[in-house]
């Protein structure tokens, strides 16, 4: 096995009902993969966040004492949980992230795979140029984990033990506040901007057609997009902020000669979002001429409509090269999968102006990347910058929002504890379902006993007003426990005392059993 082991962990939880499940969630520790050792995180050039390093060395502690005392950790898993698992450009280079990306028309075929697997009930896919992260609900935590795993590593053809030291991974209540920073822009490489909110609406649209994007998925992202709706309008986070298409302008700025567009002649390839942002930042950095190269003409136009002030020389992708070899800043921001521009097609190209310092710059924003990273100044006379090199840009940006990024963190956080009252209000459904049950039972058992007594003189009618009054009477009996099951999920303290009564009733009338051969055969039909 590699010098860097991966520690998989989870907080023991009480094998007794009479603990209520939302304390049992409470208890569960933060689950992550990180390096054992920190030396070797280093080595590998992974940096994972201060919070995921502690919760997982708190999980080791927990496993060690659980293995210690010879308990089984896979038969005390009593309800789904909510998986978070992936890699972001805060932890994995962008050679693997390409790998692994996933097109938003794949995202339904994933969503499918995914669910194909025995332990997973639910998935999500959010797929962007700084992060891949797979959301499941899974059956079975531990064995969801490694079927996650075993597609990530199927889908990308990436080996699993490289990709293991740069994933991280969370569950439950971790995996919930993790997607909601991530939509309120607090968890981007440029904190605080626009673009992650739209791709995390964007899974919640693509979703709606999926079968596999379930109730518990569906409503965590929807509780995501109002969280990062929130935090945008109610903090300053958002203000004066910048992009990953705005951070790759001023990089540009920032090499060039004199910190100027002046004299340099810039070409951006792809005429899609990121695309007309940098349009837009270049413009007020003082570049009003702009050569734009796409697949197709109409979205080039409409790009340039909106940029009247902007002098636009549009070309087709077929004269991509010759555009190329007369610019000096170039821009790669297309949707392409593969690489458009090798290091063979600019070592043919002339050499850039002095005025721009004898070198050819490439911004390649794009993953895939779409510009080859061989291209050097000593063999092409040519550099390439990917979105990795922007955080020379973004630290200072991270630096000046950390007050709004503060705010932000008490609005995520009601937003989570509204999520996680709603979803602690899904658990007395089986509990519901179960005590009719078991009443339906009793009832039809004890009709059928008394109707066998009274024998064979009673008429139809007779016999449906029995059956009648033992409906009422069930009905009756059963109003007020199924009063105190049902919660609406908005008041988190009316849940908690929700859950308690559940916990009662199903001590009282002995449900454990019923509840879990439901959820067995739920799963099985899950599956079919």
């Not at 700084?130 to 996650?148: F, K, Q």
């Not at 992708?317 to 090798?342: Q, R, T, W, Y």
């Not at 990024?405 to 509990?431: C, H, I, Y």
């Not at 908005?490 to 559940?502: F, G, I």
């Amino acid at each position: 096995m590699a010098s860097t082991q991966i520690l998989r962990a989870t907080c023991l939880t009480s094998s007794q009902r009479v603990v209520s499940v939302k304390q049992q969630r409470q208890n569960r520790a933060v689950t992550v993969r990180v390096a054992s050792e920190p030396d070797a995180a280093t080595n590998v050039g992974v940096k994972l966040p201060t919070t995921h390093v502690s919760a997982s060395q708190n999980a080791l502690k927990q496993i060690e004492s659980s293995n210690a005392q010879g308990i089984n950790r896979y038969a005390m898993e009593k309800k789904s949980s909510i998986i978070a698992i992936g890699l972001t450009i805060h932890n994995a280079p962008v050679e693997l992230r390409e790998k692994l990306a996933v097109p938003e028309p794949e995202w339904p075929r994933a969503i499918e795979e995914l669910c194909a697997y025995p332990h997973i009930e639910e998935a999500a896919v959010l797929s962007t140029c700084n992060r891949l992260e797979i959301y499941v609900v899974g059956l079975s935590y531990h064995r969801a984990v490694r079927e996650v795993e075993a597609w990530m590593s199927k889908a990308s053809g990436v080996d699993l033990e490289e990709m293991r030291p740069h994933l991280f991974l969370l569950r439950d209540r971790d995996a919930t506040a993790h997607l909601l920073r991530v939509s309120g822009g607090l968890d981007s490489l440029v904190m605080g901007e626009g673009q992650i909110l739209a791709q995390v609406k964007q899974v919640h649209k693509v979703g709606q057609s999926c079968n596999g994007f379930g109730r518990h998925l569906n409503g965590l992202f929807k509780q995501a997009v109002t969280a990062g709706k929130r935090v945008r309008s109610e903090t300053s986070i958002a203000s004066g902020a910048v992009s990953v298409s705005s951070a790759a302008a001023e990089l540009a700025q920032l090499k060039l000669p004199g910190n100027t567009f002046d004299d340099a002649t810039v070409c951006i390839i792809g005429a899609g979002k990121m695309s007309k942002l940098l349009v837009k930042h270049l413009h007020s950095k003082g570049c009003n001429r702009i050569t734009l190269l796409n697949r197709s003409l109409p979205r080039c136009e409409a790009l340039a409509e909106e940029f009247p002030d902007v002098e636009f020389d549009v070309h087709l992708m077929p004269e991509m090269m010759e555009c190329v070899k007369n610019s000096d800043v170039i821009f790669a921001a297309s949707g392409s999968e593969e690489l458009l521009i090798h290091a063979v097609d600019v070592a043919e190209m002339p050499k850039a102006p002095d005025a721009v310092g004898g070198v050819r710059r490439f911004f390649d924003i794009s993953v895939p990347r779409n510009i080859a990273p061989d291209i050097t100044v000593d063999s092409c006379g040519s550099i390439v910058y990917n979105v990795d090199d922007l955080k020379e840009v973004v630290a200072a940006n991270t630096e000046a929002r950390a007050k709004a990024a503060a705010e932000a963190e008490v609005l995520l956080k009601e937003e989570q504890m509204a999520f996680e009252a709603w979803r602690d209000s899904l658990e007395t459904v089986p509990t519901i379902k179960a005590l009719r049950s078991k009443a339906e039972a009793v009832r039809s058992a004890e009709l059928d006993k008394a109707l066998n007594k009274l024998g064979e003189g009673m008429t139809n009618k007779q016999k449906k007003a029995i059956e009648e009054l033992s409906k009422s009477i069930v009905n009756k009996l059963l109003h007020g426990p199924m009063t105190a099951l049902r919660s609406d999920g908005a008041d988190p303290e009316a849940v908690k005392q929700t859950l308690a009564n559940m916990d009662a009733l199903e001590r009282m009338f002995e449900l454990g059993q019923i509840i879990e051969e439901d959820r067995l055969a739920s799963a099985s039909r899950s599956k079919k």
